[in-house]
């Protein structure tokens, strides 16, 4: 029993790894633009065929749900039209193979996707915290004015920030790709999981959606192995609404 819950607990940090890097680029654009991107999952659908394309290869103003939601609908249907319904993998000699310490088993699918995305989240909270542009992204939604007497334009650092989320979101993709095969719509499942990962770990903290996203890999691969798989997708709500009650800013607050 102890082996499997350390198993389960271990699972659970490398999901919530990868679940961090699906969240990062929502953290910026959600958590500092407050704009509602529906379509942040399927910008990570569209990395995960960008990586599938190269695997292929080398082997051989925004606003509006309405309009994330459009955008999200046009590249489901886009990739459906060009790629079919059927699901999509990459190959890669370390896929399908475990590195064994004792008793514990670290699956290589999940092993690389875990530290990259905390290699991604590294990278992306020093160049917000270092960089002028970057605290000029961390101060958009705090003080437009004070930015514009600092030399910056709010409208061009918001396009940016943009981009970095966008860019993030693709590289989740490549992640997801080697974790498992994929297809058109899978992004669907990630919608709700990454906002609550976003509100529990403080609105724009980076270092608040990295431990989020751990804590609710870990809480999802416990419940999925002593209760069972179909539970787990209800973990991201139910602590979600948990945090709302007890800790309405989540756990980093919003300038984490």
Same mark, same amino acid.
């Given at each position: 029993?102890?082996?499997?819950?350390?198993?389960?607990?271990?699972?659970?940090?490398?999901?919530?790894?990868?679940?961090?890097?699906?969240?990062?680029?929502?953290?910026?654009?959600?958590?500092?633009?407050?704009?509602?991107?529906?379509?942040?999952?399927?910008?990570?659908?569209?990395?995960?065929?960008?990586?599938?394309?190269?695997?292929?290869?080398?082997?051989?103003?925004?606003?509006?749900?309405?309009?994330?939601?459009?955008?999200?609908?046009?590249?489901?249907?886009?990739?459906?039209?060009?790629?079919?319904?059927?699901?999509?993998?990459?190959?890669?000699?370390? /896929?399908? #193979?475990? &590195?064994?310490?004792? +008793?514990? $088993?670290?699956?290589?699918?999940?092993? @690389?996707? %875990?530290?990259?995305?905390?290699?991604?989240?590294?990278?992306?909270?020093?160049?917000?915290?270092?960089?002028?542009?970057?605290?000029?992204?961390?101060?958009?939604?705090?003080?437009?004015?004070?930015?514009?007497?600092?030399?910056?334009?709010?409208?061009?650092?918001?396009?940016?920030?943009?981009?970095?989320?966008?860019?993030?979101?693709?590289?989740?993709?490549?992640?997801?790709?080697?974790?498992?095969?994929?297809?058109?719509?899978?992004?669907?499942?990630?919608?709700?999981?990454?906002?609550?990962?976003?509100?529990?770990?403080?609105?724009?903290?980076?270092?608040?959606?990295?431990?989020?996203?751990?804590?609710?890999? /870990?809480? #999802?691969? &416990?419940?999925?192995? +002593?209760? $069972?798989?179909?539970?787990?997708?209800? @973990?991201? %709500?139910?602590?979600?609404?948990?945090?709302?009650?007890?800790?309405?800013?989540?756990?980093?607050?919003?300038?984490?």
């Amino acid at each position: 029993m102890f082996e499997l819950f350390v198993n389960a607990v271990v699972a659970g940090v490398l999901l919530g790894g990868f679940y961090a890097a699906v969240a990062l680029g929502l953290s910026i654009v959600f958590g500092r633009l407050d704009i509602v991107n529906i379509a942040h999952p399927a910008f990570v659908i569209i990395g995960s065929y960008v990586a599938f394309i190269m695997n292929e290869r080398y082997m051989l103003s925004l606003s509006g749900l309405a309009y994330f939601f459009g955008i999200m609908f046009i590249i489901e249907v886009l990739l459906i039209l060009y790629y079919g319904v059927d699901y999509r993998n990459v190959q890669a000699p370390y /896929i399908g #193979e475990t &590195l064994f310490l004792g +008793f514990l $088993g670290l699956p290589y699918r999940m092993l @690389v996707p %875990f530290i990259a995305a905390a290699i991604l989240t590294g990278v992306v909270y020093l160049y917000l915290s270092k960089t002028f542009l970057g605290r000029a992204i961390l101060a958009v939604s705090q003080d437009r004015l004070a930015l514009q007497l600092m030399g910056a334009d709010p409208v061009k650092v918001k396009q940016w920030a943009f981009g970095i989320g966008i860019a993030t979101a693709a590289v989740a993709g490549a992640l997801l790709i080697i974790i498992q095969p994929i297809e058109p719509s899978v992004g669907r499942l990630y919608i709700g999981r990454v906002f609550a990962i976003v509100i529990l770990g403080g609105m724009g903290s980076i270092s608040g959606t990295f431990f989020a996203a751990l804590i609710i890999g /870990i809480a #999802e691969s &416990l419940v999925a192995t +002593f209760v $069972g798989p179909s539970w787990a997708p209800a @973990v991201a %709500f139910g602590l979600l609404l948990v945090t709302l009650a007890v800790r309405p800013q989540g756990l980093f607050g919003r300038a984490g």
